[in-house]
């Protein structure tokens, strides 16, 4: 593979290049006695799966003097379609109190985030995490990070079909290089490597991601990958192939126009056989178009949308030497997999909303305590969600108003969840994330109080919208694809209001408002709801925006 350096391209590619398969001074610096890695370490870092992090609360100390800030870093899990044993949730329990801060946060890639460790833990959280039968390769970093799956709260074998799926393309994509096992897990050394077969030695130009999913639903929120497979089944209910999207992806910057959030476009309908063939013709148009000269551009969405949708089709046909069969996509329509659902098999799961993914302690809701009991004592399996969510899995009849009592009593559980948690998603954001401009989980639960009461007060409580809040424009909880996107923009808790996304997450929102301060917020959405409740139509809040536009809004609104 042609990889060598070109004076336009990034720092990063130099980085990735000259890393010795992603080594390069990892080894040296973790020992060197300081909290931080170098610049061009923090890099290669992402590739084993952590980055390094401040607090960016802490700026003075008790006599007000400014102190410097303490590294830490934040490490994530490769946890394909977000399954656990009961084991290994309880693995990543113990983990945040030896060495993180006492709480782990579900990610909306259904992943597992450690904030807060020590540079000097990272070794031993890597090996605690390698006896449990998981890692963290290639969970950030410019290669296929952690693919997601649809959700199985009942047990449906066809399903349950997607976990090989996602499992062959999760390992068919991890990057070659021994460099994880010898740094971490104290693997044999070699002297020579062979360049990864996929990803060559300069890796990709940018972040992958890929979702799977059967056709008609989308708990992934497919059309925000880079590819993303829905499966179909022939007659004796076996996945016979896929329909496959390409393009997907949200970060862009306020006031950029050249960088924008983008669904996947669909390509056509692809047989079983080549899922391997094609999801490799893709990545390798990413590897081989994508932009090395600027990394703000170098995602697979920006190949697809300025070379073509044909330019694209024909690319993956000529690498597979198979062609795109045009066939119907069926409606998605996802059923919600919170509360009670009775399996196939006799046995109950329990989908658990979390808000903001965030498991720990806090008063009066002791959820990290809670869930760790009741794993240990009833050892159910796990799936983690998109939505930052968990379902406990395989609860037999007996247990469950057991599980169901205790978790009421604390306050972690409730049959009459309003409609506007459901699907709330909202991204760390401060104080960990070192691109936040505003806060984004710690004042989402005030704001969605706010927002609720006035969905409450008009009746709408059964038609709540998708909403999702981001701390700054890069789409960590895909503010663009919900109904209601809020999406820090300036310091001062100024945000930018997105709507008219769809309730099945297949088209981006229109820009509403900008730098709105967060106070404004619920008063101006509440006016948005009087409006949409009067519509004749009884659409989504979603499709009611898209329907009437949201320049008419602004003018029905006097904005
Ligand atoms: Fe993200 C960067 C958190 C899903 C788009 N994301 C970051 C970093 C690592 C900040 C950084 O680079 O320093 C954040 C760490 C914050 C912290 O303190 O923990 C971060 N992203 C997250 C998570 C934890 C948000 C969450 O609420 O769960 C999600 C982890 C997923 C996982 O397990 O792998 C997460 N990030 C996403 C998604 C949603 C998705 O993939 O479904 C997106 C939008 C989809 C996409 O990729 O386009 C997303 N994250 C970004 C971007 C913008 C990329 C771009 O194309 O411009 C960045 C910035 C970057 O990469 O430079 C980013
Ligand atoms: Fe950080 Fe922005 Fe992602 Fe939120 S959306 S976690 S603020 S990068």
Not at 103 to 115: E, W
Request: negative net charge.
């Amino acid at each position: 593979m042609d990889q060598t350096p070109n004076s336009a391209q990034t720092k990063v590619e130099d980085i990735k290049l000259s890393s010795n398969h992603l080594r390069g001074d990892i080894e040296k610096e973790l020992n060197d006695g300081s909290d931080r890695f170098s610049e061009d370490t923090i890099q290669l870092i992402k590739f084993h799966g952590f980055y390094q992090q401040k607090n960016r609360d802490r700026t003075k100390d008790e006599n007000g003097e400014d102190i410097e800030k303490i590294h830490t870093m934040m490490l994530r899990g490769r946890i394909p379609g977000g399954r656990l044993t009961a084991d290994q949730y309880l693995g990543w329990d113990r983990l945040a109190d030896t060495y993180g801060d006492g709480s782990f946060r579900l990610t909306t890639r259904q992943s597992i985030q450690l904030h807060s460790i020590k540079k000097g833990d990272i070794k031993p959280v890597i090996q605690e995490i390698h006896k449990i039968d998981l890692s963290s390769i290639g969970a950030c970093g410019d290669v296929v990070r952690n693919v997601t799956q649809a959700l199985n709260p009942s047990g449906d074998p066809k399903l349950a079909q997607l976990d090989e799926i996602s499992q062959r393309l999760s390992d068919h994509f991890k990057f070659t290089s021994r460099a994880y096992f010898e740094i971490w897990l104290d693997g044999e050394r070699i002297d020579s490597e062979e360049e990864d077969k996929i990803y060559g030695s300069a890796y990709l130009p940018r972040k992958f991601k890929i979702g799977v999913t059967c056709a008609g639903t989308n708990h992934i929120d497919l059309y925000t990958n880079d590819l993303g497979f829905a499966a179909t089944y022939d007659t004796q209910d076996r996945i016979d192939g896929f329909f496959l999207f390409a393009g997907g992806g949200l970060g862009m910057t306020h006031n950029k126009p050249a960088t924008y959030p983008r669904v996947a476009d669909h390509f056509g309908w692809i047989p079983l056989d080549q899922l391997i063939p094609f999801s490799e013709a893709v990545v390798s148009v990413h590897r081989e178009y994508g932009d090395r000269t600027n990394r703000k551009h170098a995602r697979l969405k920006y190949v697809i949308a300025e070379k073509g949708q044909e330019w694209f089709r024909s690319e993956v046909e000529k690498k597979t030497g198979v062609k795109f069969e045009s066939r119907e996509l069926p409606p998605w329509k996802t059923e919600s997999f919170l509360g009670w659902k009775e399996a196939l098999d006799g046995t109950y799961s329990l989908g658990l909303h979390t808000l903001a993914g965030r498991i720990k302690d806090s008063e009066g809701k002791p959820l990290k305590t809670t869930l760790a009991n009741l794993v240990s004592q009833y050892r159910p399996d796990i799936q983690l969600t998109p939505d930052q969510d968990l379902i406990l899995l395989k609860i037999a009849k007996e247990n469950k108003d057991e599980i169901e009592r205790i978790l009421t009593e604390k306050n972690l559980f409730t049959k009459s969840l309003p409609g506007i948690y459901h699907r709330a998603l909202a991204c760390p954001a401060l104080p960990t994330c070192g691109l936040a401009l505003t806060e984004s989980e710690r004042v989402f639960p005030e704001l969605l109080k706010d927002i609720n009461a006035h969905l409450e007060e008009l009746n709408l409580r059964d038609r709540a919208p998708v909403i999702r809040m981001t701390g700054c424009p890069n789409g960590c909880a895909r503010p663009y694809t919900a109904e209601i996107g809020i999406v820090g923009q300036q310091s001062g808790e100024k945000y930018s209001i997105f709507l008219g996304g769809s309730p099945e997450g297949e088209r981006i929102g229109f820009l509403f408002l900008t730098k709105q301060p967060i106070g404004d917020i619920p008063i101006v959405l509440g006016k948005v709801f009087q409006l949409w409740k009067q519509d004749q139509d009884k659409l989504s809040l979603g499709d009611f925006v898209k329907k009437i536009g949201v320049d008419r809004l602004k003018e029905l609104l006097e904005l």
